[in-house]
């Protein structure tokens, strides 16, 4: 059977000339903190991986580029070490409704601990209200995160009228770029970004690498003390194949992502138009404002993990936003926050394109999607 997957969101393949490039430094590399030339050499091969992230994401040099062992760090790091760091300039935290949880918990921890910590409502297709965004913001706001773009329902967010917003009434702002690198072209620069997330499994590259991008003049504080490594702000031996791969990685998102994208979006488009022809199914997100690899739905009466491991069955892997695929007994933040209704939220389903994908994989998916919700109809005890 065919293996079509479509859960990028969740986890990319490495590339395999990302993985060519980057085998070396799995058996042959030095510690790049040591003196001596074999280190040195290292030293050097993450610089150079540096340089490929600045170019990605248009930073100003490679000083502003630390790399970590994932995009849930970056986030801690950006969050908890610029609230230590800047604590007398104030203890008010802020992040849109439908953040990632890595971004979320950070800020409830900083509210245990006598910060405060409010979000930004957005509307229904996931957008940040600015008009409640200007309300909320006070002087006394150290930190604002809203991410590039949603994971869950593909919302691209606007960026950099938000940014104006938060330096006017507040203070710095931290975006999540994880879901939207490699996808759509991103300018920290342009678009007044203070601090950025990125993750290497989600620009095809190794897992346990990810970036902070931190402008040039913000002071953050390291929140795991160590030997110093990544301007002290991320302790621990590099993990150089990750590292390397990550840089890579990016220099390809970069060169292909123009073709690659429009690619991707017409796929995204003839699945979200055969798709919403069931009965009783809607699009989740924004239909234009939405990345180009992704389509996301709900369907009434049935349950997303249903869908999923029915989808499954048929060679297919897809994503649900549904209470069942996570640890909590709760339906999606995201979807809620866009409005939906708690047994609404749970018939979702969350389809990511990625380099595997191809048009002719249209039909297969949608015949197998049309057949599950089917079935699934016919059994829920939610229709009577």
């Known amino acids: 059977m065919e293996r079509i997957y479509l859960d990028h969101a969740s986890a990319m393949p490495i590339d395999s000339r990302v993985f060519e490039y980057a085998k070396p ?6 510690n790049p903190s040591s003196l001596y030339e074999f280190g040195q050499e290292s030293k050097e091969v993450i610089e150079k991986a540096r340089t490929k992230i600045v170019d990605l994401i248009n930073a100003e040099n490679e000083k502003t580029i630390i790399f ?53 409502p957005v509307d229904n297709y996931g957008i940040i209200d600015l008009s409640k965004l200007k309300k909320i913001l006070s002087k006394n706001t150290i930190l604002t995160s809203v991410m590039y773009a949603n994971n869950e329902i593909g919302t691209i967010e606007p960026i950099k009228e938000i940014s104006e917003i938060v330096h006017e009434k507040g203070k710095y702002l931290h975006v999540d770029a994880t879901a939207a690198a490699g996808r759509v072209p991103i300018d920290v620069q342009k678009d007044g970004i203070d601090l950025l997330t990125l993750s290497s499994n989600d620009l095809y590259g190794p897992r346990g690498a990810g970036v902070l991008y931190v402008k040039p003049g913000l002071k953050i504080q390291s929140v795991m003390p160590g030997g110093g490594q990544e ?28 073709i690659e994208s429009k690619r991707l979006q017409k796929i995204r488009d003839k699945l979200i138009s055969e798709i919403t022809k069931i009965d009783e199914t809607y699009l989740t997100g924004h239909p234009k404002k939405r990345l180009p690899h992704h389509a ?5 009466h049935i349950e997303g993990e249903s869908i999923l491991l029915n989808m499954d069955m048929y060679g297919i892997q897809i994503a649900t936003g549904s209470a069942c695929s996570s640890k909590t007994l709760e339906p999606s933040h995201v ?7 708690h047994e609404e939220a749970h018939g979702s389903m969350v389809i990511t394109l990625g380099r595997s994908n191809n048009m002719k994989q ?16 016919k059994l829920s005890p939610l229709i009577k």
């Not at 430094?25 to 030095?30: S, T």
């Not at 995009?71 to 800047?86: M, P, Q, Y």
């Not at 996301?296 to 009434?300: E, W």
């Not at 979807?335 to 209704?341: F, N, R």
């Open 25 to 30: 430094y799995l058996l042959d590399v030095g």
């Open 68 to 120: 970590t062992g994932s995009a849930t760090e970056s986030n801690n790091i950006a969050i908890r070490g610029l609230a230590f760091r800047n604590i007398k300039e104030g203890k008010e935290v802020l992040s849109s409704a439908i953040e990632h949880i890595s971004v979320i918990n950070p800020m409830k921890d900083l509210q245990k601990n006598g910060w405060i910590f409010n979000t930004i």
């Open 231 to 258: 301007r002290g702000l991320r302790s621990g031996t590099e993990n150089i194949f990750a590292i390397t791969g990550m840089g890579e990685a990016a220099k390809i998102a970069k060169k292909e992502m123009n």
């Open 296 to 300: 996301s739905f709900r369907f009434n």
């Open 335 to 341: 979807l809620l926050a866009i409005g939906l209704k």
């Open 362 to 377: 249209v039909q297969k998916i949608v015949k197998a999607v049309g057949e599950t919700v089917s079935r699934l109809r």
